[in-house]
């Protein structure tokens, strides 16, 4: 071009031709790349199947890959596309493949993913009622709704004095209660006690808690890990609760918080709410249900009953982002007492005033959570819950738990293996039963002597080999020192067919460890 560009709206790429130089947020740019950006993901769900579900890539791969530094140039999002496809994909491990089965499920679904689509693309910053007051009003409303499908009572509504909240994350949600629950402490006996204050949970409590408790500053020495057997199917037991309290009473400590769960991320047991909550009532110990996994499936009456007693607790949260076909992050938590949450987290710098806040008649999210900013997360969730309704939100979750079953029953039938716990939602563990006999554990490895090491070191060698296959991804726990595997349904294109082969893949991986002729 002869021109001078004096105003910087054209630059050189590469080539040496200019290329306009448009808006960076140009609408019909926006359009046209949109659309094959959709394309392209409508292509990877289309065909994800076909990749490892476990990621083969080295460590450091990437690297190798692309340039050290970025470049001064623009590019096409065709060019960027096509290394998405070549370099990235590879190097995922595909959380939406039917065939995944590890960790918990990370479920997206359509209506996830438009309703993540429409609030990244608003992108606004609702901080406070004022900011963007549909996403606080939004945020309230699907809460309340929410809150209602899993029956929580009231006082954990706005209706009843609580209120929910979108946090990113369960980690956020038990830091924030917990912090609420120090302050409303430190208020009634003063702030020089805060190395007295202790904190409960079970040696199945997600290690949230733990971190949780770093952060808030309390002595770590007062952080209590209170054993769970096989008896009580790895809950936790009112007589520990108790006796542990009581010790630490003697001790001279002061009980603070206990982190109850239902359906931890081992085993997914089950803590006995109700019971837990009667103990705690006598201490004045704030108590957090955790439900991050299995919150969900407290839509369906029939798995409302793990939550009994759930109205004598302080705060309740699950992550939607899990098992609730809503994108990460996504993490709902209710507090009865929004007070205790706001006094611990507010801060009123003076450019935020402003005369909805003063009106008292608005909820300001900011003085419910760690951060000032805050993703318009509610927009997700709603889509969730006005897409699907209800009905096919409980039929998805019954469906996996019925997947989950059938896995459960090959598994009872072939003697090699066993169940580990009783399954109570869609999370089966088993192993190859320490009945197998050490004779065959041999044919594989002149080591293993059929002691619970042994077994445990054959049942991990069965993960490995499984994993390996790329066909199908699980993973692992310890509890009560023995190895597991888990197999967990719950990625949103999940069907029969892929459990049947699942169970094909642990078979023939089994048979090489074990020899056929069991
Ligand atoms: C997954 C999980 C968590 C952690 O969730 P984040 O949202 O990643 O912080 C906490 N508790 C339980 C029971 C979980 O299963």
Redesign the pocket.
């Known amino acids: 071009m002869g021109s001078i560009d004096l105003y910087g709206e054209s630059e050189r790429n590469e080539t040496g031709c200019n290329i306009p130089f448009n808006n960076a947020l140009d609408p019909e740019e926006f359009r046209r790349q949109g659309h094959i950006v959709i394309d392209f993901l409508a292509d990877y769900y289309q065909n994800v199947e076909k990749y490892p579900v476990l990621s083969q890539v080295e460590p450091g791969y990437l690297r190798k890959i692309f340039p050290e530094s970025a470049s001064n140039n623009h590019d096409s999002i065709e060019n960027i596309l096509k290394d998405v496809q070549d370099y990235i994909v590879p190097g995922l491990t595909h959380w939406q493949s039917p065939n995944y089965f590890a ?2 499920p990370s479920s997206g679904s359509i209506a996830g993913l438009l309703g993540e689509m429409l609030s990244t693309g608003f992108n606004v910053v609702g901080f406070n009622w004022m900011a963007s007051p549909a996403a606080t009003e939004l945020e309230g409303m699907v809460m309340d709704w929410l809150g209602k499908l899993l029956n929580l009572p009231r006082c954990f509504l706005f209706a009843g004095g609580g209120g929910g909240v979108l946090h ?7 830091l924030c209660t917990l912090v609420a629950s120090r302050d409303r402490m430190l208020s009634k006996i003063g702030r020089d006690k805060m190395d007295k204050l202790v904190v409960y949970g079970s040696d199945q ?2 290690c ?1 808690l733990l971190k949780a408790t770093k952060i808030a500053g309390l002595d770590l020495k007062n952080f209590r890990t209170i054993k769970t057997s096989k008896l009580s199917n790895f809950g936790l037991s009112i007589e520990s609760f108790r006796s542990t309290i009581a010790a630490d009473l003697e001790a001279g400590h002061i009980p603070l918080f206990l982190c109850a ?1 239902v ?3 081992v085993c997914t047991a089950v803590d006995p709410v109700g019971p837990l909550c009667r103990v705690a009532k006598e201490f004045a110990i704030w108590v957090h249900v ?5 919150g969900s499936a407290c839509i369906c009456p029939e798995f409302q009953h793990f939550m009994d007693g759930i109205e004598g607790a302080n705060s309740f949260s699950l ?1 939607a ?2 098992w609730f076909f809503t994108t990460l ?1 996504c ?1 709902c938590l209710w507090v009865k007492e929004p007070k205790a949450l706001i006094k611990a987290l507010s801060t009123n710098p003076d450019y935020l005033n402003n005369k909805a806040t003063d009106s008292n008649q608005v909820v300001d999210y900011k003085d419910w959570q760690i951060c000032l900013s805050r993703r318009f997360r509610a927009m997700k969730l709603w889509l969730v819950l006005r897409m699907y309704g209800a009905t096919k939100l409980r039929n998805f979750l019954r469906s996996h738990v019925k997947m989950a079953m059938k896995f459960e029953e090959f598994v009872s039938n072939d003697k090699r293996f066993e169940l580990v716990v009783p399954r109570n939602f869609a999370t089966v563990c088993f192993r190859i039963s320490p009945l197998v006999g050490n004779d065959k554990m041999l044919k594989y490895d002149e080591e293993v002597i059929g002691d619970t090491e042994g077994v445990n070191k054959v049942n991990q060698m069965l993960l490995e080999s499984i994993n390996s296959t790329g066909q199908v991804y699980m993973t692992h726990g310890v509890i009560g020192g023995e190895y597991v595997l888990r197999f967990c349904v719950g990625a949103t294109l999940t069907e029969d067919r892929h459990v049947s082969n699942a169970w094909k893949v642990v078979q023939v991986c089994a048979d090489e460890i074990l020899g056929l002729d069991s």
Do not use: L, R, V
Not at 168 to 174: K, R, Y
Not at 290 to 294: G, K, L, Q, V
């Open positions: 960790y918990f990113g994350t369960t980690c956020e949600a038990i409590t997600h949230a769960t359906g931890t991320t955790d439900a991050a996994y299995a992550n982002h899990k992050d993490c």
